[in-house]
């Protein structure tokens, strides 16, 4: 068995489906008959910005409804015990992870709850409906659009994750189809990279193959089962 000093891990909808947030490619995958991958780009939202903005107020109003379940919990708990390096790489803009208490994390694909700027490039903490046009806390200008990285923009922090990626012993994705880039690809670069690899998913991902192990299950018992194996050995 290889050394394992050095993990990331990577997470997608399916781990936040137990907590009652709908996925995007499953049965529950469409908002209001649009596709995701048709409201969550630049062109709608210069198209329509009405409705991406509604689609943002409506799921991050959602999140107040939810918890983290049983998934986010294990890996907060791994968080907190890990004493090799560790990061987790959120595909997921829902704040599940923040509030179970993952501290090494980044949310490549942003966070319903942030604002972005369009005039100072600022963030700041989404207090109000966007479709009410706050003004941006720091520069005042009703210039606010969800902090939230769509089709065809960079996703974030890519320097630091593939740091990581060359780096790890493991890589472990949990709960992704493997559909979306650069995420998709995360695999081949770890595995590349010398890594153990790990699959823990509903359904054998688009990228399945890449992986040395696959777990087919739910995320809610397959993970905190992995959490207390890894810190046991
Ligand atoms: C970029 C924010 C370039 C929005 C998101 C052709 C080939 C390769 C790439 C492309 C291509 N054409 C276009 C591209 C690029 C594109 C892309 O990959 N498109 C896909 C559709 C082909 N990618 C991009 O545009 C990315 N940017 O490439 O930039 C660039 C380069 C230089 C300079 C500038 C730019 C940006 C992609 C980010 C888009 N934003 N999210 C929002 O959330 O509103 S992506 C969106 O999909 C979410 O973030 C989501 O997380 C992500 C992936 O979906 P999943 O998380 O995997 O969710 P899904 O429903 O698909 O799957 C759930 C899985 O869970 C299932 O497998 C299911 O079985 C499982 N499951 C369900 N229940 C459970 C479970 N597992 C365990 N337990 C359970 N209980």
């Known amino acids: 068995m290889h050394e394992i000093n050095n993990i990331v891990i990577l997470t997608g909808a399916g781990i936040s489906a137990e907590s009652g947030v709908a996925t995007f490619r499953g049965p529950d995958g469409l908002w ?30 959602s999140l107040k409804g939810v918890q983290p379940n ?3 919990k294990a890996l907060a708990r791994l968080d907190a015990e890990w004493d090799g390096d560790l990061l987790l790489v959120t595909q997921n803009v829902d704040d599940l992870h923040d509030r179970a208490g993952s501290k090494r994390l980044i949310h490549m694909h942003g966070e319903l709850s942030s604002g972005l700027c369009l005039s100072c490039g600022q963030r700041s903490t989404v207090t109000d409906d966007f479709s009410n046009d706050p003004a941006c806390p720091h520069c005042d200008k009703r210039t606010l659009r969800p902090d939230i990285v769509w089709f065809g923009e960079m996703p974030y922090q890519m320097d630091k ?11 472990v994705s949990i709960g992704t189809s493997g559909a979306v880039y650069p995420a998709a690809g995360f695999v081949q670069t770890a595995r590349h990279y010398g890594a153990q690899t790990l699959e823990m998913n509903l359904d054998p991902s688009d990228g399945s193959l890449y992986f040395h192990k696959s777990r087919m299950g739910k995320a809610g ?11 046991a050995d």
């Open 161 to 171: 994750i593939e740091q990581a990626l060359k780096k790890c012993d493991l890589f």
């Open 221 to 231: 018992e397959l993970v905190p089962a992995w959490v207390d194996n890894i810190l």
């Open 70 to 72: 049983a998934a986010h």
């Open 32 to 61: 209001e008959g649009h596709r995701v991958e048709d409201v969550a780009t630049p062109e709608a939202f210069m198209r329509n910005p009405a409705l991406v903005l509604k689609f943002y107020d409506e799921r991050r109003a």
